[in-house]
């Protein structure tokens, strides 16, 4: 079936350095996008969302992108930090309240 | 948003025991949670939906009578693994439909070793 992937399993960034994270999506039915933060042995932590209709949204420290015509999800950290570094995850929403996780990105913070 | 509790947060237990795992919404009535389960250095998958009153409605490939679900409260949903062996050792998290209707909320996981 169809999932969420990632384009890069690791990223090494220089603290204090903007992190961009990328994702592809494949399911063009999904209208609701996550980005989520897993800290080794913890659940996932919702970072920032985006629906559909939208193509930039803003957090503290963070933005995601939504490409809809070449299906691509970008997750940007500003000034980036060494509790930064975890596991990140976007995920989509295939059909009605569910998630499909795509496969991670493994964020390293060098100080 | 929603605080979600699991326990226990590890567990090891025998081949062929079974083991109880809770998921607990503590600020929020709970409809709908999910299971997912987690194996290392792997994305989260999707086991079951389950719904308060109703019996679970599991993924494509899970066992339903291996893994089961109750959601017997809108605040507690609880998955027994039944007849545990090593291979179902894996990091099982559970997570809460948002109010909103589409955000979800995700506990800290229950680390399950099967020796």
């Known amino acids: 079936g169809e999932s969420v992937g990632l384009h890069l399993p690791t990223l090494s960034v220089q603290e204090g350095d903007n992190s961009i994270i990328n994702c592809a999506y494949s399911n063009s039915a999904s209208d609701y996008f996550i980005w989520y933060k897993q800290e080794s042995g913890k659940g996932p932590q919702f970072i920032i969302d985006i629906r559909s209709n939208m193509d930039k949204r803003q957090g503290q420290r963070v933005t995601v992108l939504l490409n809809k015509t070449v299906k691509h999800l970008s997750l940007q950290i500003a000034a980036t930090q060494p509790g930064d570094s975890a596991v990140y995850f976007c995920?989509?929403?295939?059909?009605?309240?569910?998630?499909?996780f795509g496969a991670g990105t493994t964020v390293t913070v060098r100080a | 948003g929603a605080v979600v509790s699991q326990h226990p947060s590890w567990v090891i237990c025998k081949s062929g025991t079974s083991v109880k795992i809770e998921c607990r919404s503590l600020d929020f009535q709970a409809t709908t949670m999910f299971w997912y389960r987690q194996f290392p250095k792997q994305s989260l998958m999707l086991m079951a939906t389950?719904?308060?009153?109703?019996?679970?409605?599991?993924e494509q490939g899970v066992e339903k009578d291996k893994f089961l679900i109750n959601h017997a409260s809108l605040t507690l949903s609880t998955l027994t693994v039944t007849s545990a062996h090593p291979e179902d050792s894996s990091f099982y998290i559970c997570?809460?439909?948002?109010?909103?209707?589409?955000?979800?909320?995700f506990g800290p996981g229950t680390r399950l070793t099967v020796t």
């Open positions: 995920a989509e929403n295939p059909s009605k309240y569910k998630l499909s």
């Open positions: 389950s719904n308060e009153g109703s019996k679970a409605t599991y």
């Open positions: 997570s809460v439909l948002g109010p909103q209707g589409y955000e979800q909320y």
